[in-house]
């Protein structure tokens, strides 16, 4: 059947209710090649009359892209999680697509200030990354995205062919098809034959985690610059494969919203992005007004949203020499809903984002030649920059943390930072060869590096729209310096080798030793203790003589002994040399028990460590992100499976079965407190961070205190009623670093070398020290702040707060952690102190966590 509904509403002619075909958002000036396919053609209904799957939308590109191979050339950039082809249509005219690999070359060049003098921009095509959809329940750009490649591809005469010839496009219908998957199924599913446009429905309301996540709950659009994803990474390979001039970034708003383009709020641009981006943003942004003037649909510009931090699409390609362009469509969520501005329909969504593609199109073409003389003057004015800079290099990494370093390493090279190796060790020991790199200033990514790197104190704003701090060694937990000469540099390192895991010692038939700093040493260890290895954890340090020699070993040493286990002397070295190898950590071998100091290997201060059987409340109320860093790092890192438990089945089963039970910042008022207790006092070990630990304290499960930061306001001063906005959004905690003081004596410190650990704070829970002097094992001191942005109030009430209280609850323990020590998946400075919590959180002996007797 060939039904299309075709009402329009009243008052607005462009806001029409119901799905439409390409009539309504086509341009009628041009004629189209009928051998292209349309989208109804490929995915069976018009744009907008559903929400496009991403599997259909897929079949739609490729379909393009073989009706139209002289105009397309598709690419696969990887897969998702779940498995989806992440697709790059590559669209440029017939005569650019027979020399693409020439062109993309020439335009590379001009980032390269040793090469970029010498190039004739006169008609060298601009490059213009479109991105869609990187939140998966923000559809309207992903389903415009159909509407975009067809026009390209189809689109006939002068116009069109003068555009193709002047750009190409690289061109990415769906940041996230993962989340656009989930979103789309739950769109359609309650979707009603006569649209129900009540916002109150189903449909608009979606079920925990939502749409807007990939697989593991995280915020792609927050991952841009730690590419801890697999998304991000395949991304980052084409944007750097081919330099763009202009990325845009399609999103979707708050639904009584009109359409948001950048600029965004210009005091709150990273003072590392040049101002002649931000003019050229304006420029650009005049043909989007135009374009959105044209069809009478209302915007706004300057407001809301920011340029500030580099994670983000329409920021990251700021600090290097591109523009990024974010857009904001009111969402319709569903299909058709009722807001403050009428009804809002998913068509008109859907048309908004496809006119300002179109008015990006134009815009770069008109200012083609402009954008890549910026580009260029951006890349040569690097050099200048680092002679203006006072430090000349970095240089960082952890001679005891090698996994660390290298993910470190790897990140800095996803974004094409040159980086070279330590000649010799460092005669203050602080940086060894081989476990250690040098990033010099002086190089082409000058600004991203000093993105990546700096400490940020000072701002000319005290609102965010995201996190006010991200320095990278402080979240990663690396040692780093400043050097404000340059060293002698190492070889440049061109491909990063993980080092090799191995057993030192060979095999032994009396005990191993594994030192717990490396990264990746819990999912070893949860790996043995699975396969039915008995290890030991020592709450002592030891000196003890091994094959080349006496080594001194830390608090959290893990010791294996030969004898104690079921497996033979041949199977035990097989299993520990298996992980050693997987894991790329290093085992020593001792014949002996007798330690030249410290605790000889038989004593009791060596613990044996039980297996983590880990649950973790998540669902409904949750904070889906936090919970997703949870998951992430214990599937993904550490190999360690773990339960989901909602708040009702919590309620419904036995939790004995768990020995481990995480609760993350949220909600918790659906589950049952007494069998929380009940479960805590017979021996559970409770991890709470953030929220979570007001919630347990509010409800008589922990007896944790708080402070409470003074109120920057009172009724004796003078306020006008316009400040207000900005003098509520100062008091917010939006997210910095500070440093906590860690006695590295107790279990929940081990692997930690630094007497100071960073922490991410986005939080207003500020917890008092412990009555129990032996259980505040992570604490603020008089200036914990170390980069990033927070109120004078605020940062009152965190100094000589407490970062992480133990409490004896029973004969169970609580991990109260205040911050998120798990932020975003690239605080690995965190990860520590969390896989301690869920490891050694049960060894913490009684009579250091108790408050009362
Ligand atoms: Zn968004």
Known sequence: MRKILFVCCLFSIANCLSAQDLKYY????????????????????????WHVTHDRLVNYMKALATAAPDRIKLETMGFTYEGRPQVLLIITSPKNQQHLEEIRQQHVKLTDPSQSSSLNIENMPIVLYIGHSIHGNEPSGANASMLTAYYLAAAQGKQIDELLDDVVVLFDPSFNPDGLQRFSTWANQHKSKNLVSDPNSREFNEVWPGGRFNHYWFDLNRDWLPAVHVESQNRLKWFHMWKPNILTDHHEQGSNATFFFQPGVASRVNPLTPDKNQELTAKL????????DRIGSMYFTKENYDDFYYGKGSTYPDVQG???????????????????????????TIKNQFTTALSTLEGAKALRKEFLEYQRNFFKGAADRAAAFATKAYVFGDKNDKAKTFEFATMLKRHQIEINELPDNWSDKDFEKGSAFIVSLNQPQHSLIRGIFDKTLEYKDSLFYDITAWTMPLAFGLPSKDLVAMPALG??????????????????????????????????????????VLTKVATNTFDIAINSGNRKFDYGTIMIPVKAQTDDAETLMTKISAVAEKYRIRFYAVKTGNVNSGSDLGSARFVTITKPNVAMIVGQGVNATDAGEVWH??????????????????NRIDPAQYNTLI????????????????????GGTLILT???????????????RFKRAKSATDSTQKLVYVDRPEIDGAQQIYGAIFGADVDLTHPLAYGYNQKTVSLF??????????????ATPFSYGSNPLQSGWVSKQNLDAIKNSAAVVVNAVGNGRVINISDNPNFRAFWLGGSKLFMNAIFFGRIIDAASARTQE
């Open 690 to 704: 953030e929220e979570a630990v007001s919630w347990a304290a509010q409800n008589g499960i922990t007896d944790v």
């Open 633 to 650: 790092l214990l599937d993904q890192r550490m190999n360690i499976p773990a339960t989901h438990l909602e708040q009702s089945t919590f």
């Open 322 to 348: 591109c523009i990024g362009i974010l857009f904001e469509q009111a969402s319709s969520r569903g299909h058709l809903q009722q807001t403050s501005n009428g009804l809002l329909s998913f068509p008109f």
């Open 663 to 682: 609760m993350v910042g949220g909600n918790y008022a659906d589950i049952n407190k007494d069998k929380l207790k009940t479960w805590v006092q017979g």
């Open 26 to 49: 086509l341009p009628d000036s041009l004629t189209y090649n009928p051998s292209i396919p349309k989208p109804k053609d490929i995915i069976y209904h018009e744009v907008g009359e």
């Open 491 to 532: 070889a440049k390192v061109e491909s990063l080798n993980f080092p090799k895991g191995e057993i030192i010692g060979g095999r032994s038939s009396y005990a191993y030793l594994l030192e717990w700093d490396e990264l990746y040493a819990p999912a070893a260890i949860y790996e043995l203790i699975n396969g039915g």
């Open 761 to 774: 704070k986005a939080n207003k829970v500020f917890m008092e020290k412990s009555k129990n002097a032996f």
């Open 285 to 292: 942004a005049k043909f989007h007004a135009a374009f959105l």
